[in-house]
């Protein structure tokens, strides 16, 4: 166990040493060289886990889907909100999300596949407007995989955006506008009036779940959870 348990968190500390060289240099400057400096792991090590820098580009961009959880909410929109504001928190201060959105976003490079990345997030978001829709919280018209696209290429666009203004200091209060603007158009009006947009919002449940994920290590139960 505990050899496994060195394997996960060398695994880890590989995949945030590479995302910070990837968002620094790009995926075609960076180099494996420079994942092996910050990282401070023999080559051995990397490629136990890694066989090449496109595995490790890959691996990111399926990581960054996985590490936004927030716990169930009475209103299914509602943990559609907290997972964009968790996200734009992080997109703030982690490494992971840092690395892959340059990935994803990323043009002039034709050495990696990035619509996995793209795909993941619309099906993570079109999952989540599937059972809104189901509990009665999204109008009729409304075609779920349709706003899940838009809402993932506009994100998208928003944190581009934000991060040439203002190194994305500034991406929690454009999403919160985002939301303002668009969420009236999808959302039954009696829901709407019960969602919390505040920018403030991801700050907060990030270091909810920080402090989650710090007690599930000690009691071995490996939950990553935001309370609500």
């Known amino acids: 166990m505990a050899q496994q348990d060195r394997a996960i968190r ?6 945030e040493s590479a995302a910070a060289v990837f968002d620094e240099q790009g995926y075609d400057r960076a180099t494996i060289a420079e994942v092996l400096e910050r990282a401070g792991v023999t080559k051995g090590a ?12 890959l691996a990111i961009l399926q990581e960054q889907v996985v590490d936004i959880a927030v716990a169930p909410q009475p209103i299914k929109l509602q943990e559609f909100v907290d997972s964009g504001h968790v996200l734009a928190f992080r997109l703030r201060t982690d490494p992971i999300q840092r690395g892959a959105a340059r990935l994803a976003v990323e043009q002039g490079s034709n050495h990696l596949d990035r619509r996995q990345s793209m795909l993941a997030w619309s ?10 829709k189901g509990r009665g919280e999204v109008l009729e018209s409304v075609d779920v995989r349709d706003v899940a696209e838009l809402f993932t290429g506009a994100f998208a666009g928003l944190q581009m955006m934000s991060q040439a203004f203002s190194n994305r200091a500034d991406l929690s209060h454009r999403l919160t506008v ?51």
């Open 123 to 132: 099906q993570f978001v079109e999952a989540l407007f599937n059972e809104a």
């Open 46 to 57: 990397l490629y136990f886990h890694f066989a090449s820098k496109e595995q490790l580009a």
């Open 178 to 228: 985002f939301f303002q603007h668009t969420l009236p158009s999808i959302a039954v009006p009696a829901i709407l009036a019960k969602l919390h947009l505040d920018a403030e919002r991801g700050e907060k449940l990030n270091a909810e779940l920080q402090q989650k994920a710090q007690s599930a290590a000690g009691t071995g139960t490996g939950l990553d959870v935001v309370a609500s």
């Open 10 to 15: 060398t695994r880890r500390v590989i995949l």
